[in-house]
């Protein structure tokens, strides 16, 4: 079974700077997926960026790019530029890949983060 | 193009009673997906379909949770009897396949907000 750990319960940032969300996971798997996804007040699921595991560049989309580090099964989510519209719950995730394992994603604990004005 | 469409969004219920929690999916999606999403355990799959087939009930917390998806465009999941503990956000998602040697992004629905007095 897959698990997913996010350390950090809570993290606040200014304002135009970055931060940085850690998550780590445990799989015997060798083929999988990576996400971060995240949860507005509104509790929409917004998927922010994946990660393919057999890719070696980090994925990255405008202001979210990711620090993907394999051998040490971590993936961090860097925010760069923070806006007040970031504040919001960041969900990590692992979906396993191949044809006869089906798609089912499982999530971290979280972290909520708010950006200051 | 609508997205993957729940209802109600909020439900009050007294214990005991029955609910039935609705999905539509996106259309053209032949995967669904019920997650529960509660402050003890987090987000965590309950059970998922494949061509209005279940797959993977391993989730299902205990007999009281039932789920049926009589076509590709409408799924139910149903409580019964209701407990307070089952009190939760339960989220619908659907994607183009469960079953894929290529990525297949899970869209979420907005939840539904199951409250049990």
């Known amino acids: 079974a897959q698990t997913v750990t996010q350390s950090q319960p809570e993290m606040s940032v200014q304002e135009a700077e970055t931060v940085t969300l850690s998550c780590t996971y445990d799989?015997?798997?060798?083929?999988?997926?990576l996400f971060w996804y995240k949860q507005p007040p509104s509790r929409q699921m917004i998927l922010v960026i994946r990660?393919?595991?057999?890719?070696?560049q980090n994925a990255t989309e405008n202001r979210f790019s990711v620090n993907f580090q394999k051998a040490a099964k971590s993936f961090s989510l860097k925010i760069s530029d923070s806006q007040l519209g970031d504040t919001a719950m960041y969900f990590c995730?692992?979906?396993?890949?191949?044809?006869?394992?089906?798609?089912?994603?499982?999530f971290g604990e979280g972290t909520q983060l708010t950006v200051n004005p | 193009d609508a997205g993957v469409i729940q209802s109600p969004r909020h439900e009050v219920t007294e214990m005991g009673q029955e609910v039935t929690l609705r999905c539509k999916p996106i259309?053209?999606?032949?995967?669904l997906f019920w997650y529960r999403q509660t402050m003890m355990r987090g987000l965590e799959l309950l059970i998922y379909?494949?061509?209005?087939?279940?797959?993977?009930d391993s989730g299902m917390p205990e007999d009281r949770f039932s789920a049926k998806m009589p076509n590709a465009s409408f799924s139910t999941l149903k409580i019964q009897p209701s407990e307070p503990r089952d009190s939760a956000v339960y989220f619908c998602?659907?994607?183009?396949?469960?079953?894929?040697?290529?990525?297949?992004?899970?869209?979420f629905g907005p939840g539904t907000r199951l409250t049990v007095l």
């Open positions: 998602a659907s994607s183009r396949g469960a079953y894929s040697s290529s990525y297949n992004e899970q869209f």
């Open positions: 799989t015997s798997e060798n083929n999988y997926y």
């Open positions: 990660q393919e595991a057999y890719k070696q």
């Open positions: 995730a692992f979906m396993k890949h191949g044809v006869t394992s089906g798609s089912r994603l499982t």
């Open positions: 259309s053209g999606h032949n995967s």
């Open positions: 379909f494949n061509n209005n087939v279940p797959i993977d």
